[in-house]
């Protein structure tokens, strides 16, 4: 059995080697002061080179090559179980580590044990906010008021986009309560997150926000630590994103609202809620396809020779 350590450094990956060489660099340069960690690259089946950058470059990084795509949760929770420390800190392989970002979190989750989650506050690479770090869960209006809607964009300040986002509170110095908190960097005590049943596996997106409402179930709190940073690349890493993938996500995407929508509010069968939302959702990810139809969408986007793909799940 290995030795515990105090953080064990989840990045789950897919063809998508130079955004993670810089992400390991950042986590290997950062302050860690008197933390521990390991760190493990849960890689799905990568065809660029992704292995033979770790093998070569990075011999302290354990890698559990999983050989294909089975998606960000099941490879997830399969590092998970191999992990020891008595965080888990899961992160995308295209972000880039600020300062002294994970020992923020975990300096702040010892002293507060009933803190079951937390997550780092997430930046664009100019450094603006990107508001995915910590939100609400959203309502019906925030299919219109979303964070990367059109409307949200023309007034950020409207209340039902403000509530969503939290944007008010994203500047604070000190960690606040949220309902969920992005995979992208996301820190989850250890009992925590094996009795809130790990990654939901069969969600595509929005398993964040389920494992959140299971933790919360389960007696814990979810935070938000606007004071540790991490940039994100956002959809960079994992392979290029063709029309054809986009479209894919849309869907998916979609499809994963309307179950969680009816999983949150609990949803029979023949509720009118769960055909009304089923609607909504029909129409606004056709809407989104038609948009997308008038975008570029070559093989390889701006010379990108990267295998097809745009996410790790």
Not at 81 to 93: H, I, P, Q, S, T
Request: aromatic content about 10%; some cysteine; hydrophobic content about 40%.
């Amino acid at each position: 059995m290995k030795a515990p350590v105090d953080v064990s450094a989840i990045i789950i990956s897919l063809n998508s080697k130079r955004f993670l060489r810089d992400c390991l660099e950042t986590l290997e340069r950062g302050p860690w002061r008197d933390v521990t960690r390991e760190i493990i690259v849960a890689d799905n089946g990568s065809t660029d080179g992704t292995l033979e950058l770790l093998r070569e470059s990075y011999p302290s990084v354990q890698v559990l090559a999983i050989g294909k795509n089975i998606g960000f949760c099941p490879a997830g929770n399969l590092a998970a179980r191999k992990a020891a420390g008595r965080y888990l800190l899961f992160l995308n392989d295209d972000i880039l580590v600020q300062d002294d970002a994970i020992p923020r979190l975990v300096e702040w989750m010892d002293a507060h044990p009933e803190a079951g989650m937390i997550g780092s506050r997430l930046l664009n690479i100019d450094g603006t906010d990107q508001f995915s770090s910590g939100r609400r869960f959203p309502g019906p209006m925030n299919a219109l008021f979303g964070r990367k809607s059109v409307l949200t964009r023309l007034f950020p300040k409207a209340p039902w986009a403000r509530r969503y986002l939290l944007s008010d509170r994203v500047n604070s110095a000190e960690p606040y309560l949220v309902d969920w908190i992005s995979a992208a960097a996301m820190l989850v005590r250890r009992p925590a997150f094996f009795e809130s049943g790990g990654l939901a596996e069969d969600f595509y997106y929005f398993h964040e926000m389920v494992i959140c409402s299971r933790c919360r179930k389960a007696g814990y709190t979810v935070w938000l630590h606007p004071q540790s940073k991490i940039v994100h690349y956002e959809g960079a890493g994992s392979g290029v994103r063709t029309r054809r993938v986009r479209r894919r996500h849309i869907g998916r995407f979609h499809r994963a609202a309307y179950r969680w929508y009816c999983l949150h509010h609990g949803l029979g069968r023949w509720n009118p809620l769960r055909y009304a939302a089923g609607a909504i959702l029909a129409v606004r990810a056709a809407a989104l396809i038609a948009v997308d139809s008038i975008k570029p969408g070559p093989r390889s986007e701006g010379g990108d020779d990267r295998p097809e793909g745009g996410v790790a799940i």
